[in-house]
């Protein structure tokens, strides 16, 4: 399986943009997905997760109200509708499936997310 993010950017404080994890294998339908991102300096944290079928969502604190995960099992890919961003949103934003400790796939190369102030 190879996960593929895309769509970062630099953005002002409050605007928004949208992720996408595009994921190779059919075993994507299967698992439940997370976003995760990795600020300089701290280390990788998981904002987000969906189920398998979609139904169900579970966001950190931090994000919670601002960012929306989504997923199309159609297309194999998964998505992050960012609102409201905050300088502290700055980080590099990888996709995988979670596991109690770690995650199932290999990391893609993630995409870098700038809010600038």
């Known amino acids: 399986v190879q996960l593929v993010e895309s769509g970062g950017g630099l953005v002002q404080a409050g605007g928004s943009l949208r992720l996408s994890c595009e994921c190779s294998?059919?075993?994507?339908?299967?698992?439940?997905m997370g976003w995760y991102r990795q600020a300089p300096g701290k280390e990788r944290e998981l904002v987000a997760t969906?189920?398998?079928?979609?139904?169900?969502?579970i966001y950190a604190e931090p994000v919670k109200g601002r960012f929306t995960i989504s997923r199309d099992n159609a297309k194999n890919t998964m998505y992050l509708q960012m609102n409201s961003l905050k300088p502290e949103d700055t980080a590099v934003y990888y996709c995988?499936?979670?596991?109690?400790?770690?995650?199932?796939?290999?990391w893609g190369q993630g995409t870098q997310v700038t809010v600038s102030s």
């Open positions: 294998g059919s075993t994507f339908r299967l698992n439940g």
């Open positions: 995988n499936a979670p596991l109690q400790t770690g995650a199932l796939w290999d």
């Open positions: 969906i189920s398998s079928t979609g139904g169900s969502t």
